[in-house]
């Protein structure tokens, strides 16, 4: 098998298809990667209190960044750093969904749903128009394309067993997007303040226009509290998308080469669960099943757990390694980017949701 990435967060997701995944990470395995990321945790909220501006979720990316690339913690620490990074990640949104009603939800769903079909769209044909001119390889600008439009790592992780890229332009578009992840959390709150953004248009904004989960996440609730809930939801809706994606493309490879079809395509395997869990919370708290004494406290602990599941992210990101993945990808991934965020803003104009 070849050398697989150093980021923990692909070490999985990105095996060859005939290779053997060895057993999960027990609990005292996960420990010592779960108290650093915890520990970092820690300091980032406290920080997050002392300047507001940048918030915990913000200053625990930059920790777990700062800690990945000045001393490296060893592979003791990796399979509790990934399980962070995934799925405290997707507990965090599950307990946010406790503080939703279904009617928040569905209205938010809604109502995002043109902006993010437009960015959707853009950031395709961007992808493809740009990727070709750059001469970037064709799955390679598939991956760029889909973890720009859909949901960041995710969405290459559910195309991975369709498409059958190489491993290493797998690694590089994992790398490129997560660069304009950290970028869009550092970015997006300040520029949202200088457009003069509304909590809504900017939760919408950034639903629709930043790669992952955790990023919109971040970077919603850095702006307000409500504009990281109206982003979260926007960004669940768009996860949705990768459904009819991956069974587009599965279509398409099939008839493409009918050797190669859709056999390892597995709807079961690439649907995100975590946001049926996410819909059970918002109708617990809909049906008056969630006593009112304990929604502080579940939204302080979602608050918690997203700190750390992004201090987990920045952990596992080697910005040495980002850095060898070429000009070419980067350049394709800031114009899908750049696409998908000019995108959001003109449909938002035009329908006067800023």
């Known amino acids: 098998m070849n050398r697989r990435p150093d980021n923990v967060r692909i070490q999985k997701d990105?095996?060859?298809?005939?290779?053997?995944?060895?057993?999960?990470?027990?609990?005292?395995?996960?420990?010592?990667?779960l108290a650093l990321a915890a520990g970092l945790a820690l300091l980032a909220v406290w920080l997050g209190r002392l300047a507001p501006l940048l918030g915990g979720p913000v200053i625990g990316i930059v920790l777990g960044?700062?800690?990945?690339n000045a001393a490296a913690p060893g592979a003791a620490f990796a399979p509790g750093i990934q399980f962070a990074g995934k799925q405290v990640l997707q507990w965090s949104i599950v307990a946010l969904g406790f503080g939703?009603?279904?009617?928040?939800?569905?209205?938010?769903?809604?109502?995002?749903?043109?902006?993010?079909?437009?960015?959707?769209?853009?950031?395709?044909?961007?992808?493809?128009?740009?990727?070709?001119?750059?001469?970037?390889?064709?799955?390679?600008?598939?991956?760029?394309?889909?973890?720009?439009?859909?949901?960041?790592?995710?969405?290459?992780?559910?195309?991975?067993?369709?498409?059958?890229?190489?491993?290493?332009?797998?690694?590089?578009?994992?790398?490129?997007?997560?660069?304009?992840?950290?970028?869009?959390?550092?970015?997006?709150?300040?520029?949202?303040?200088?457009?003069?953004?509304?909590?809504?248009?900017?939760?919408?904004?950034?639903?629709?226009?930043?790669?992952?989960?955790?990023?919109?996440?971040?970077?919603?609730?850095?702006y307000s509290k409500q504009a990281g809930d109206y982003a979260t939801i926007v960004k669940l809706t768009r996860a949705t998308l990768i459904i009819p994606v991956c069974l587009a493309l599965a279509?398409?490879?099939?008839?493409?080469?009918?050797?190669?079809?859709?056999?390892?395509?597995?709807?079961?395997?690439?649907f995100p669960w975590f946001i049926l869990w996410f819909l059970v919370a918002s109708a617990l708290r809909t049906a008056g099943l969630v006593p009112a004494a304990l929604l502080p406290v579940l939204h302080a602990a979602a608050?918690?757990?997203?700190?750390?599941a992004l201090t987990a992210i920045g952990l596992s990101a080697d910005l040495r390694r980002m850095a060898t993945t070429g000009a070419r990808p980067i350049l394709l991934g800031l114009g899908v980017w750049a696409a998908v965020a000019l995108s959001s803003l003109a449909v938002q104009r035009l329908i006067g949701q800023l």
């Open 251 to 270: 279509v398409a490879v099939a008839v493409r080469a009918k050797k190669q079809g859709a056999g390892d395509f597995s709807l079961w395997r690439i």
């Open 100 to 222: 939703l009603s279904l009617g928040q939800v569905a209205k938010t769903g809604f109502d995002s749903l043109a902006v993010t079909l437009v960015t959707v769209t853009a950031a395709f044909f961007a992808a493809w128009g740009l990727g070709r001119l750059l001469g970037v390889r064709d799955k390679l600008k598939l991956l760029i394309g889909v973890g720009t439009a859909i949901c960041g790592g995710s969405a290459i992780a559910a195309v991975t067993p369709i498409v059958k890229p190489d491993e290493h332009d797998t690694a590089f578009a994992i790398s490129t997007i997560f660069l304009f992840n950290l970028a869009a959390v550092l970015l997006f709150p300040l520029l949202g303040h200088v457009l003069h953004l509304s909590d809504l248009g900017f939760g919408l904004w950034a639903g629709t226009a930043i790669n992952d989960t955790s990023s919109v996440v971040a970077a919603g609730y850095s």
């Open 65 to 68: 960044l700062a800690v990945r």
């Open 14 to 33: 990105f095996l060859p298809m005939n290779a053997t995944v060895a057993a999960a990470p027990t609990l005292p395995q996960r420990l010592p990667g």
């Open 303 to 308: 608050e918690f757990l997203i700190v750390m």
